[in-house]
């Protein structure tokens, strides 16, 4: 789901747009530098009954008014700052492979992952840490494999993750995964 998405149905769900959550979370005394999300995100549930995701997507609109939000290749260069850069030239490289699927791959960030975008459709995602790149990648009716394994908990924006400690796992086996989720997200 895009970041319009998100806030098209929080419109929808609640009847309320960007403008009136940060004026009401300024009311409540929520707009401070170096605010957390987890007060606002039990204040979003408690008062909407919304979902982590739709509230991230409101704290981060919030947060933009304390502090102005980096742009998508700001954001997209903290994925490999520090002691994750050891992920920077292999993502490059399959990110240059993934392009090849067609001329409608975007990425966009958020502040912990990357999104794979076809369009405006998340078909992947990718989370770096220092020892590890993981891929997950939305294949729905696919069954896992002791490699592509179940999503779970680790994020409901796909189906399944794949578990990067080497860069040479990111293969042509991956390749096909993502191509196929690519497709399936026309």
């Known amino acids: 789901m895009t970041f319009q998405a998100y806030w098209d149905s929080i419109m929808a769900k609640t009847g309320k747009g960007p403008d009136d959550f940060i ?48 742009t998508n290749e700001e954001r997209i260069a903290l994925r490999f700052a520090g002691g ?30 990357l999104s794979l975008l076809r369009g405006r459709r998340k078909f992947a995602v990718v989370y770096t840490v220092t020892a590890r790149m993981d891929v997950g990648i939305k294949l729905t009716g696919v069954e896992p494999t002791v490699r592509l394994t179940p999503a779970g908990t680790w994020n409901t924006m796909v ?7 080497d860069a040479s796992e990111l293969d042509a086996e991956l390749l096909a995964w993502l191509r196929q989720a690519y497709d399936l997200a026309a």
Request: no cysteine; proline share 5%.
């Open 84 to 113: 994750k850069s050891v992920w920077q030239n292999p993502w490059d490289k399959l990110l240059a492979r993934i392009r090849e699927f067609g001329p409608d791959v975007s990425v966009e960030s958020t502040d912990t992952y």
């Open 159 to 165: 189906t399944h993750r794949v578990r990067i400690s």
């Open 23 to 70: 004026a009401m979370a300024r009311q409540k005394g929520l707009l401070v530098e170096g605010m957390k999300a987890t007060p606002i995100l039990a204040w979003l549930k408690e008062d909407f009954g919304l979902g982590s995701g739709h509230a991230m997507a409101i704290f981060g609109a919030l947060k933009d008014t304390v502090q102005p939000r980096s």
